[in-house]
Structure formats: structure tokens, C-alpha cells
Nanobody, 122 residues
Framework: QVQLVESGGGLVQAGGSLRLSCKAS????????MGWYSQAPGKQRELVAT???????NYADSVKGRFTISRDNARNTVYLQMNSLKPEDTAVYFC????????????????WGQGTQVTVSS
């Protein structure tokens, strides 16, 4: 099995910064895409940013220019640097690992972390 453990959430004032981290552990051979999704109260989960194993990135329009995703493939870890935070960024942020291949197994699976709360005060 695969576990994703997120860290780095918290309370910050508008204009501030936070850095989220997520490490995938388990008998992992490879991970295609790692990324972050957010879910605000009463809303659906939505994409924030993803990064493929070859470095291609995808950002939500609302975070372009403010958030930066990075990844350490050797450590199966993904980061999200969030700058110029706004109150509307307040949400639970979930880490995702997509297209995970486990050692000794055929096929790919997707995994989610438990989420970390980010609260931006005005």
C-alpha cells in the first residue's frame, strides 16, 4: 500500500506564504503525476497544481504566478510553495499521487493524502 503524508498547512494572514510538503511511502516503483487539490467548505475538490515525472506542470488559473509546485522524484515528495495568499485560498489541501506503479505489481493506482488545512485571514 501507499501512504501520502502532508505537512505545512496552518493559519496565515493575507499576503503571507506557506509551503506544503507531501511524501509518498510504500513499495513504490514509480509515480506518474503528483499534485495538490483543494476543497473549500461546501465546494467540490478542485485542482491546484500538478507535476508529472518529467517535470511538466499544470496550474489552476487562480494560482498562476502565486503558487509553485516542485517535486523530488528520488524521495517521492512533492511541494507547493504558496505566496501572496488570499482569503479565498482557504481550504483543505489534498496531496495526490496518480499513476502509481508498485514494485512487483502490474497496473497503476491513484492515492490521496488525508489533507492539510490552510486558512488565510483577511
Amino acid at each position: 500500500q501507499v501512504q501520502l503524508v502532508e505537512s505545512g498547512g496552518g493559519l496565515v494572514q493575507a499576503g503571507g506564504s506557506l509551503r506544503l510538503s507531501c511524501k509518498a511511502s510504500g513499495s513504490i516503483f514509480s509515480i506518474n503525476t503528483m499534485g495538490w487539490y483543494s476543497q473549500a467548505p461546501g465546494k467540490q475538490r478542485e485542482l491546484v497544481a500538478t507535476m508529472s515525472s518529467d517535470g511538466r506542470t499544470n496550474y489552476a488559473d487562480s494560482v498562476k504566478g502565486r503558487f509553485t509546485i516542485s517535486r523530488d522524484n528520488a524521495r517521492n515528495t512533492v511541494y507547493l510553495q504558496m505566496n501572496s495568499l488570499k482569503p479565498e485560498d482557504t481550504a483543505v489541501y489534498f496531496c495526490a499521487a496518480e499513476g502509481v506503479v508498485l514494485r512487483g505489481f502490474v497496473g497503476k493506482s491513484d492515492y490521496w493524502g488525508q489533507g492539510t488545512q490552510v486558512t488565510v485571514s483577511s
